[in-house]
């Protein structure tokens, strides 16, 4: 009988191969990490080339020296990238057998790869969330059967001091029309009235501005004009603006310029503020709404005049193209909904409790009202990025897949070639079990090497797309730079699933090799 320790032993001399030592393929690597280094130091090189700093670009048919900094630097992280690869396998081949070594990287691509994608979708998911979170709170309470929402105070009051609620704030949500001279004929836009100075702590909005004040909406006439300036003119000083001597102030005052009338603030997407209406902050715009107006035949359009606040990114393009913000008691002036609103929003202190809050403010507001949280407001939205996810998974997990197929030919090769070593260590008195074992382990042995390997680059290469980052064009995916969100329950699914299909692919050759009579393998020596 073997010692499970001599078992291991055999099985890592079987995967050696003692008498090839070619290490071509290292030595390869080794040139192309080299050759990737060398344009690294070339790109940090041109810069300060005196020759190519003075020329003009208008002046030369060359590449301008920044365009051969960003070509110079893709080719070196290329470069290195094929190197690490090519020293890797090179190292593989000089260590193992080819086979075994095809084997083992078969293992790390297919634990690697997996890794690096679903932690990117992980990344852009985590990306899609917070800038859900931006524009919509966590939990979103409404009345069930369309009955006017006016009640929403004593409702709001019932929700303070649950436990895992930051904070809640009333809005009022509606499709109106939003008209500028640069856009005569108007597009429909959400119009949201909110709580402004609630607002920061349920809403991301704060954060997202890139111009101007949430302030705004409560104090419109600090807005600054068009051009930057206060709204309401200056009094004229003393001086050569000043009235003359013996000319009434009053008369004076009634030849300058009227002060331009102090209009409620609205806060634009950035994609409807610079790109469809292309206004700045002080300009007026017009909403209208078709059904509004309440007049001797029912109801009519109605239009009010805005004045632009500020303007918001939130990085979706829905939200930045088709979202205005207003306060709550211009929204209900306008709209006619005195004291009435659309719901009352409630942010959690993380998106994963507001299952729990959803659920125990339910229970204190009682029936009669809608209470969902963010997930089920997108759960189209999020069920196909999951989809995707699994797809992914799946897709991806084909690598280790025919990895594995390559550990069956290469066992079933070392079933037939060690039939002699198999022969005399049956009898010797060595046991089926023990032969399965050994063979069992070799394929152990190649999951494990690929699994950590795989391991390595999965975690590295995620770790520096976190830390620098491969940028992307905003204009073309609406995002500065690849996110990166490792989740420790996808990594170990991974790994358990390489892991379990190196295993699975030994018991073939495994009970082959055990199954062998001593006679078959010494019947030709």
Known sequence: ?????????????????????????????????????????????????????????????????????????????????????????????????????????????????????????????????????????????????????????????????IPGVVGSMAYIETEVIIKHVTNPAGMGIILRGIEPDRAPRVLG??????????????????IPAEGGDLLAPPEPSEGAGAAPKGIDKGVGKAHLADPAPVLPGILLGDELYQHTLRVFVGSDVDIACPLCGIGPMGPMPKLKSFRVAGHFYTGMYEFDSKLAYVSLSDAQKFLHMPDEVTGVEVRTTTPEAAREVADEIASRIGPGYEVRTWEELNRGLFAALKLEKVAMFVVLTFIALVASFSIVSNLIMLVTEKAKEVAILKSMGARDGAILRVFFAEGLYIGLLGLVLGLALGIGGCLLLGHYGLPLDPDVYYIQKLPVVMRVREIAAVSLAALGLCCLATLYPAMLASRMRPVDGLRYE
């Open 1 to 161: 009988m073997l010692a499970p320790g001599f078992e291991w032993f055999v099985a890592w001399r079987h995967l050696r191969d003692p008498e090839r030592r070619s290490r071509r393929t290292l030595l390869i690597g080794l040139a192309a990490l080299l050759a990737g280094g060398l344009c690294f130091v070339a790109a940090a090189l041109v810069p300060h080339l005196g020759g190519i700093q003075a020329r003009a670009p208008g002046e030369w048919m060359e590449p301008h020296p920044l365009v051969i900094v960003d070509r110079l630097k893709t080719a070196g992280a290329i470069a290195i990238a094929v190197g690490l690869l090519l020293t890797l396998l090179g190292a593989l081949f000089a260590l193992f057998t080819v086979f075994t070594a095809v084997s083992i990287f078969g293992v790390f691509l297919g634990t690697g790869a997996p890794i690096i994608a679903l932690s990117v979708m992980s990344g852009f998911e985590a990306d899609l969330k917070g800038k859900i979170r931006a524009t919509k709170a966590d939990v979103a309470i409404s009345t069930g059967d369309d009955r006017p929402f006016t009640d929403w105070r004593a409702v709001d009051q019932k929700i303070a001091g």
């Open 205 to 222: 909005l704060e954060r997202t501005l890139q111009e101007g004040k949430i302030g705004y909406l409560d104090h419109p006439e600090r």
